[in-house]
T-cell receptor
C-alpha cells in the first residue's frame, strides 16, 4: 500500500547544474501534480500531468523548468542551470483517474533542493 | 495576488478545547476546498474537504464550515489533542489545480 514516492529526498546542486526530481504516483493513479514550497510560504502549483500529456503548466517558470510523465516510469521534474532561488521543497501529488481533481490529491514526502 | 489567505500564522490551544482555523479566498471559481495537515520534513496529509455546494462537512473530530457569501471557510477540531500540533494548510481547487494558503501552525498544549 505504498503512497506517493519521491526521490531523492534531499538534493544538493551547485549553480548551473541540472536537478532531476522523480515522482512515482500511488498505484492506480494517473494524474500527477508538482508543487513548490519556498521557506515560510504555502505550496505553489507548478504543473499537472497525465500519462504522456501536460494538462496545465500555468505555474511553471517559462525557462529552465520542464516536466514529463511518460507512459512507463516515474514523472520527472527537471530544472536546468539551477540558481539559488530554486532552493525549495518540491512536492509531488497524485490522484486517481476520473474527473480531474474530483478526488483529493495525495502528496509525497517532497524533495528538498539546495542550490549552493 | 493571494487568492487563498490564512491570516493567522500561529494558534495555541489547550488540550481538550476547540481549535478553529480560518481561511479566506477571493476566486469565486473555486469549486472544492480542502484542509491538509503537515509535519516538518513530510508531505501534506489530506484531512477533510468540502464541495462549494455544501456549507458543512464533518468527519470525527474535524468539521469544515463554508460560508460562500463571505468567501470564508474554517476548520474546527474538537477536542484538540497534542498530536494535532502541526501546520494546517487550507487549499482551494479550480480545474485540478490546488491553490494553498500560507499555513497556520497549530500548537496544542497538554
Amino acid at each position: 500500500n505504498a503512497g506517493v514516492m519521491q526521490n531523492p529526498r534531499h538534493l544538493v546542486r551547485r549553480r548551473g547544474q541540472e536537478a532531476r526530481l522523480r515522482c512515482s504516483p500511488m498505484k492506480g493513479h494517473s494524474h500527477v501534480y508538482w508543487y513548490r514550497q519556498l521557506p515560510e510560504e504555502g505550496l505553489k502549483f507548478m504543473v499537472y500531468l497525465q500519462k504522456e500529456n501536460i494538462i496545465d503548466e500555468s505555474g511553471m517558470p517559462k525557462e529552465r523548468f520542464s516536466a514529463e510523465f511518460p507512459k512507463e516510469g516515474p514523472s520527472i521534474l527537471r530544472i536546468q542551470q539551477v540558481v539559488r532561488g530554486d532552493s525549495a521543497a518540491y512536492f509531488c501529488a497524485s490522484s486517481p483517474p476520473g474527473l480531474a481533481g474530483v478526488n483529493e490529491q495525495f502528496f509525497g514526502p517532497g524533495t528538498r533542493l539546495t542550490v549552493l | 495576488d493571494q487568492q487563498v489567505k490564512q491570516n493567522s500564522p500561529s494558534l495555541s490551544v489547550q488540550e481538550g478545547r476547540i481549535s478553529i482555523l480560518n481561511c479566506d479566498y477571493t476566486n469565486s471559481m473555486f469549486d472544492y476546498f480542502l484542509w491538509y495537515k503537515k509535519y516538518p520534513a513530510e508531505g501534506p496529509t489530506f484531512l477533510i474537504s468540502i464541495s462549494s455546494i455544501k456549507d458543512k462537512n464533518e468527519d470525527g473530530r474535524f468539521t469544515v464550515f463554508l460560508n460562500k457569501s463571505a468567501k470564508h471557510l474554517s476548520l474546527h477540531i474538537v477536542p484538540s489533542q497534542p498530536g494535532d500540533s502541526a501546520v494546517y494548510f487550507c487549499a482551494a481547487r479550480n480545474r485540478g489545480q490546488l491553490t494553498f494558503g500560507s499555513g497556520t501552525q497549530l500548537t496544542v498544549l497538554p
